[in-house]
């Protein structure tokens, strides 16, 4: 199953493959192809189910596919050019690489490469063709990862190196959820000391959001769900008061207006529902209120607001991995993880083995995890 550097060949190995739209994943023998230029192939050790695969999944996305993209593993083999990786490093995937060449890489203002950002035609970055197959026919990639497998390629710019000490099954989570909740309170929204927060939708990357919040000292954070298994755990993770709009004949935002006296400082959509949105924007304040969005919608992707929502003052911002430049940034984050900084194991709520992934896909879609973390055989 494995190969050396020097002349890797195709590895023939289990992968969860998508063939349509809803339906179950089927384990499948894929064939994966070599690293090319620029490329390594990695041993996937931990891949944890994230909301935007389900998205795509239950969506008519392209299939056949192999979804995954928040994961951890270990270079089995490197493609021409590649200096960075060596066989046996630690790396974290990422679903937006960073050249560090490119306008935005270098403008100091933005994460989104123009080079090795984000992949929506289920392809590879260099050549737009793909290295997985089964019985000779192509299946396609998702987030430029595929994680779902037990092996993968990915461009050398959308990996990170971490430390070999560092355990894959916790840190596999910064590779998405848990850093882009996190930066959408510390690099999009700047959260400040003694503000006020509201959150909806209080998932991993809602939590996430409040822990970035919380540790940036915010005085009031307000988590917004009407799933009351996670009101309940929301408070460990640094929620002052958790409301569910069921619970209220008027309308959620006019709720927030009036319980912070005209509106949050800072509010975050992490549900994936432009509809969310416009709410947000609504229970933000006057003057300085921003809302930023984290989401990613499966229906209904237009959203509306009335421009006299921002007339008054308020600003919309998007996010995307939390503004976090992956390869100069996630470093720092799995540093302050082993400093106990910040925290990830308690959105880990359930371990299974890669044969049980359709279980994961289940509990997430009826709001029973936070985190599945996908153990690939050794």
């Known amino acids: 199953m494995s190969s050396s550097s020097p002349n890797p060949q195709v590895i023939t190995c289990k992968a969860a493959v998508a063939w349509g739209a809803g339906e179950p994943l089927v384990m499948e023998e894929v064939q994966v192809s070599p690293p090319n230029s620029m490329e390594i192939r990695i041993k996937v050790v931990c891949t944890s189910l994230c909301r935007s695969d389900l998205a795509a999944w239950e969506s008519h996305a392209i299939f056949p596919r192999i979804f995954g993209h928040e994961a951890s593993g270990i270079v ?26 490119c306008r935005p890489c270098t403008s100091g203002k933005s994460n989104i490469c123009q080079v090795l950002g984000l992949e929506r035609k289920g392809l590879m970055h260099s050549d737009q063709k793909t290295r997985f197959s089964v019985k000779g026919k192509p299946v396609y990639h998702y987030c430029a990862v595929s994680s779902f497998s ?13 430390s070999p000490h560092v355990p894959l099954e916790k840190v596999c989570l ?25 959150i909806f939708g209080l998932g991993t990357v809602g939590l996430s959001v409040a822990q970035g919040a919380k540790l940036r000292g915010a005085s009031r954070i307000i988590g917004v769900d009407n799933n009351p298994q996670k009101c309940e755990k929301a408070k460990a993770f640094g929620f ?13 935002a006019q709720v927030i207006k009036r319980i912070t006296d005209g509106g949050a400082d ?10 969310m949105i416009t709410t947000a924007l609504q229970s933000c304040c006057d003057g300085w209120g921003l809302t930023v ?18 007339l008054m003052g308020r600003t919309l911002k998007g996010s995307l991995f939390g503004g976090w430049k992956p390869k100069s940034d996630l470093p720092l984050l799995v540093e302050k993880y082993v400093n106990k900084e910040i925290q ?29 973390v996908i153990h690939m055989p050794r």
Request: with cysteine.
């Open 76 to 101: 089995e083999s490197v493609g021409e050019g590649v200096t960075e990786f060596k066989e046996g490093d630690h790396v974290l995937t990422v679903f937006i690489g960073e050249c560090k060449a």
């Open 150 to 162: 037990e092996y993968t390629v990915v461009h050398s710019g959308c990996a990170v190196k971490v």
């Open 174 to 198: 910064l590779s998405c959820g848990v850093a882009a909740g996190l930066g959408a309170a510390w690099n999009v929204a700047n959260v400040t000391k003694g503000s006020t927060v509201v």
């Open 240 to 252: 002052t008061e958790v409301v569910d709009p069921s619970s209220y004949q008027e309308p959620i």
């Open 266 to 275: 800072f509010s975050f959509e992490c549900v994936g529902d432009t509809d």
């Open 293 to 310: 969005t984290l989401g990613v919608p499966k229906v209904k992707p237009e959203m509306s607001a009335h421009y006299g929502l921002f």
């Open 344 to 372: 990830i194991d308690d959105y880990i709520t359930h371990n299974l083995p890669f044969d049980d992934i359709n279980n994961a896909f289940d509990l997430m879609k009826e709001g029973k995890c936070l985190r599945c």
